[in-house]
């Protein structure tokens, strides 16, 4: 077996059949398994993909687990050396999967390969980033900070954006949207964290890696288009709650401070969570 790849599903059926669509000639030439969870979607995507990519092996919830809970199921239900974790809303172009599979063979030291990503436009997304400061949840991908001043030097350092993402890089982490990731640094450093729900869970497993002494990397010659902005519009409130409590999770695990800061920044953050959950449903309106 060279290749596992496991992906998390959640209600969005089209996007999960274009995504082994787009897979479906990449893992030609490879031994390679595939496993979706499904976390309580209720769409029937299983009876899809049983119609339509039968080699799949589905592994379909009672409830949402939550994003890290689902990725955890797929590695243990899986055995390849490497394995490939993304969204089902990703599209993977013509030898992304071959070239990330390349660079983790030729580079013993790296645990986590990520891609090139960008944006249905053809846009690059900035899914290689620096690790979070106490400045980031002002200055993130999203924020209004960012939108309004997209040069600070806060937000270029964050997601920077001085580079010119054309050249092969270590990084501090990158976006789990789609990483391919060695067997053997998840054996040693470990799953990712199930504290995290939805969100984070990214960040946190490539600073445990890197604190590992593995290294993380960004391969550009591997590219995949992420659809997100297909489900942009409309937010759940309890997205936007858990990316931030993810955020609170983080900070108090790599970042400890005294209880008074710990509380205040809490505090903060929340308070930035329900005036994005107004702005979204006054959008919404």
Not at 49 to 70: D, H, K
Not at 94 to 105: G, S
Not at 227 to 247: L, T, Y
Not at 248 to 255: G, P, V, W
């Amino acid at each position: 077996m060279d290749l596992s790849i496991v992906i998390v599903h959640y209600k969005r059926p089209d996007r999960l059949l274009s995504c082994l669509g787009a897979l479906e000639p990449e893992l030609r030439p490879l031994a390679s398994e595939t496993v979706v969870i499904d976390n309580h979607s209720l769409d029937g995507a299983p009876e899809l993909l049983a119609g339509r990519f039968p080699a799949a092996q589905v592994i379909v919830n009672s409830e949402n687990l939550g994003y890290a809970r689902a990725v955890n199921q797929g590695i243990r239900a899986t055995t390849a050396p490497l394995v490939l974790v993304m969204n089902p809303d990703c599209e993977v172009m013509p030898n992304a999967i071959a070239a990330l599979a390349a660079y983790l063979r030729e580079h013993p030291g790296t645990a986590i390969a990520g891609p090139k990503i960008l944006n249905p436009d053809g846009s690059l997304e900035y899914s290689a980033r620096a690790f979070p400061d106490h400045l980031t949840f002002l200055f993130n991908r999203y924020s209004l900070l960012t939108r309004l001043f997209p040069n600070n030097p806060f937000s270029r350092r964050y997601l920077l954006t001085d580079w010119d993402h054309a050249s092969v890089r270590e990084v501090d982490w990158l976006s789990g949207a789609c990483l391919m990731v060695r067997r053997e640094a998840i054996d040693r450093v470990g799953p990712m964290d199930e504290a995290f729900f939805l969100f984070n869970e990214d960040v946190d497993w490539c600073r445990r890696m890197r604190l590992a002494g593995w290294a993380v990397t960004y391969v550009p010659e591997a590219v995949v288009v992420h659809h997100i902005g297909a489900s942009k519009a409309k937010v759940d409130p309890r997205v936007i709650f858990e990316r931030h409590r993810g955020m609170i999770h983080y900070f108090h695990k790599h970042h400890p401070a005294p209880p008074p800061v710990s509380m205040l920044a809490d505090a903060l953050i929340m308070f930035r969570a329900a005036l994005m959950v107004a702005a979204n449903a006054l959008r919404l309106r």
